[in-house]
């Protein structure tokens, strides 16, 4: 039988736990973003920001990857809203890009400083080091691959080529965007019938027929396609609270992650 007595926990914990531990474990369990670097497969130092506020054993890890021309920046609204909903978050800045709400692509500085190509697939061994490096620090509960526009394109290169990388794989506005590089003209699509992890694509209504092919050539079962009734955007900025059609992709994400990655249990 439980005690009317109500027992004062603030007062309990205090009393039990020194004062600097509990501002330590405050501070450990409400993090909400730090800055990190780590190297790329060429040694590259790669940037990228931690949204990581959940014990790894409750939460998957969401890998963010951004658009041409855009930096980690692109996820400064998205990544709170992902942990919200119960995920963490890495968001990266790949060296093929530049810069995006206010936030500048330090990867895509380097790789100029030190005269590197900076092409989309060039960024490929940013994408894997990323992965690699959530899957050690933040992948207990599993690691998903994020990607938008050309980013997109290349995770869903990577699910099908790269067994055991990702768990799954949310693709926004994929495309063949390679072909400048010396990639065939269905690169995507043929390493796209290879996958065999829960796979969302979603993009602009105008851009569906961009994809649809790739869609088709996936094997799983576990394939999810959203194009909105609106026009919708291009990319991950699809999911930008400041356009009115926002909310349907976030709806389509929501029940994506709730089907395949639930979170805490």
């Not at 007062?11 to 004062?19: A, G, L, Q």
């Not at 021309?69 to 968001?91: D, Q, T």
């Not at 995006?100 to 989309?120: D, F, H, I, S, W």
Request: aromatic share 10%; net charge positive; hydrophobic share 45%.
């Amino acid at each position: 039988m439980q005690s009317a007595r109500r027992i004062d926990m603030k007062k309990m914990c205090k009393s039990i736990v020194p004062p600097v531990l509990l501002l330590l474990l405050a501070s450990t369990a409400l993090q909400a973003a730090g800055h990190i670097t780590f190297p790329s497969e060429d040694g590259l130092p790669v940037s990228a920001e931690v949204y990581a506020p959940h014990a790894s054993a409750a939460a998957p890890v969401i890998v963010l990857f951004h658009q041409a021309g855009a930096s980690r920046g692109e996820y400064v609204e998205i990544a709170p809203w992902l942990n919200r909903l119960g995920y963490n978050c890495l968001a990266v800045d790949q060296r093929s890009g530049g810069g995006m709400n206010g936030v500048a692509n330090e990867t895509a500085q380097r790789a100029e400083k030190k005269n590197l190509p900076t092409g989309y697939v060039d960024a490929l061994p940013d994408i894997r080091a990323a992965l690699r490096y959530a899957r050690r620090h933040y992948g207990e509960r599993g690691v998903l691959a994020w990607g938008s526009s050309y980013s997109a394109a290349l995770v869903l290169q990577l699910a099908g080529t790269s067994p055991g990388l990702v768990d799954g794989v949310l693709a926004f506005s994929p495309g063949e965007y390679f072909r400048r590089a010396g990639k065939g003209a269905t690169w995507i699509q043929s390493s796209a019938r290879d996958i065999r992890v829960p796979v969302l694509i979603a993009s602009a209504r105008d851009e569906a027929g961009e994809w649809a092919g790739i869609f088709a050539a996936i094997e799983s079962k576990h394939k999810v396609a959203f194009v909105p009734a609106t026009a919708g955007r291009h990319g991950s900025r699809a999911l930008w609270s400041r356009y009115r059609d926002s909310d349907a992709y976030r709806e389509a994400v929501q029940a994506f992650l709730a089907q395949y990655f639930p979170v805490g249990r």
